[in-house]
């Protein structure tokens, strides 16, 4: 039997990586999209920013409805731009990053890592989840690429082993693999799996 989900998001990058993701890997699913003004707060972590944004989605969407927040993280910068990353890429864009790494040259200080919070809410259940997922790598020295979106063209994942392109060098496809938001969305899975007792 069909069943619809809505990822409730304006960014259709991140849209089209998660039908691609979760129409392969759960049976009948449909991904649609809810477009819509989400507002958001200014809080200390991906989970609470997703939490409180999924509340104005619920109010314009009696369905099966997830939300995402995600960021980028650089340790050496004590986690900036992390819960602000929308701002940063607005304001300061792939190019500030590099800027603000120029000193650091080595890699284990240009170590830096993605992270999604998926918050998903199912009428039936009548309660929110959270999945978050990460993936690890590093700052590029400069930009690379041209697929995705948001930050990818300076972010070097350590996976597949060896891997040299940053993410808007790969593919939907390849990213889908390894990315912090696949790795939220397995999760989100198991659970729609678990919840309405399909075949995993
Ligand atoms: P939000 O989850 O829509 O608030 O987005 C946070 C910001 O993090 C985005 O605007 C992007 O700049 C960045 N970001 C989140 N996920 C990704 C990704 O998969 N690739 C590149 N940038 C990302």
């Given at each position: ?16 990586e ?98 999604a ?62 990315s912090h938001r696949s790795?939220a ?16």
């Amino acid at each position: 039997m069909p069943f619809e989900i809505f990822f409730a998001t304006g960014n259709k990058n991140k849209f089209d990586e998660a039908k691609l993701y979760l129409e392969r890997n759960i049976r009948g699913l449909i991904l649609k999209q809810l477009t819509g003004d989400f507002p958001e707060i200014q809080a200390g972590t991906l989970e609470e920013v997703a939490r409180f944004k999924i509340l104005a989605a619920t109010k314009q969407c009696t369905g099966n409805i997830f939300m995402e927040d995600a960021g980028l993280f650089i340790p050496v910068l004590n986690g900036f731009p992390g819960v602000y990353s929308s701002q940063v890429k607005k304001m300061l864009d792939c190019k500030g990053i590099l800027k603000l790494m120029e000193e650091y040259k080595s890699l284990d200080k240009r170590e830096a890592y993605f992270e999604a919070c998926d918050c998903l809410f199912m009428p039936a259940s009548n309660e929110f989840k959270t999945f978050s997922g990460r993936i690890d790598g590093t700052i590029a020295f400069e930009e690379r690429g041209k697929n995705g979106f948001g930050f990818d063209p300076i972010f070097v994942a350590n996976e597949p082993r060896g891997n040299k392109k940053t993410f808007a060098e790969m593919t939907n496809e390849d990213k889908i693999q390894i990315s912090h938001r696949s790795r939220a969305l397995q999760k989100l899975k198991d659970f729609i799996v678990q919840q309405r007792k399909l075949p995993a």
